[in-house]
């Protein structure tokens, strides 16, 4: 009788036994979208936050980005599309490495110390320094715009 320590009765075992079989089914039929829901937050109060319960998910989703982003230099642009129609563009870029945006402002502060030390260049080659202070004027009022200053 030590096979039944702490139950009654072999109904009682066996009921145990019958839920956890059920249990372990309905486990097994789980999708990954249900794991999905039930493991992670949305929120798009400041930009866009995907906060994971636990670690399996960031491991997930850590090497499905990775195997798409490996052999490329640095970046990779995707869009995403759904069903109804609405799409956005995303980079998934290397840590440490330049995304476009990264490299455009790089360019950006190059071009405009280039255009503040040679201002020769503006004699030479007017219209290629107008139209280059023109760029960088302009790309400075869109981002104080932007950021509401």
């Known amino acids: 009788m030590m096979f039944f320590k702490g139950y009654r009765n072999r109904k009682k075992l066996q009921q145990e036994n ?5 249990a372990l089914e309905k486990e097994e039929n789980t999708t990954f979208e249900d794991y ?6 949305i929120s798009t ?3 866009l936050e995907v906060a994971f319960k636990g670690t399996e998910l960031v491991k997930i989703f850590a090497s499905s980005f990775w195997d798409l982003v490996k052999d490329s230099d640095n970046y990779l ?3 995403l599309h759904s069903a109804d129609g609405k799409s956005v563009e995303v980079t998934i870029k290397k ?6 945006q990264d490299k455009l402002k790089k360019v950006e502060g190059i071009l405009s110390d280039l255009l503040g030390k040679l ?4 004699s030479v080659h007017p219209d290629t320094y107008s139209e280059a202070k023109e760029y960088l004027d302009r790309e400075l009022r869109l981002r104080k ?3 509401g200053k």
Not at 18 to 22: A, F, I, P, S, Y
Not at 95 to 100: A, N, Q, R, V, Y
Not at 119 to 122: A, C, N
């Open 145 to 147: 715009k932007y950021d």
């Open 119 to 122: 201002s020769i260049l503006s």
């Open 45 to 47: 109060t400041n930009g």
């Open 18 to 22: 019958e839920d956890l079989r059920k």
């Open 36 to 41: 999905f829901l039930k493991n992670t937050t």
């Open 77 to 79: 642009i995707m869009d």
């Open 95 to 100: 840590k440490g490495k330049l995304s476009p």
